[in-house]
């Protein structure tokens, strides 16, 4: 899955062309390095979001195109 979409999807971040923007402007890393919105992510990876005020780092857990609301932080665990 795309990252735009999986941070979309996990609902880390609300609308897809915000994940997008944060991408290209090089604020989400995976595995250490900068992602594109188009850059593939899979189980197990590490993603860290540059924020103005902070970061978050976590760790993929699972990948599913849709999820429930309640169901959206099962797709990923965060690190500190």
Known sequence: ???DKFLKVSRILK?????????TEDKVLINGKPAKPS??????DE?????????????VCNIKETVKK???????EVIV
């Open 1 to 3: 899955m795309r990252i």
């Open 47 to 59: 993603v860290e979001i540059l924020y103005a005020t902070g970061k978050l780092k976590f760790r």
């Open 15 to 23: 609308r897809r062309t915000v994940a997008q923007e944060a991408c």
């Open 70 to 76: 309640e169901e959206a932080s099962s797709l990923y």
């Open 39 to 44: 850059t593939a992510v899979k189980i197990g």
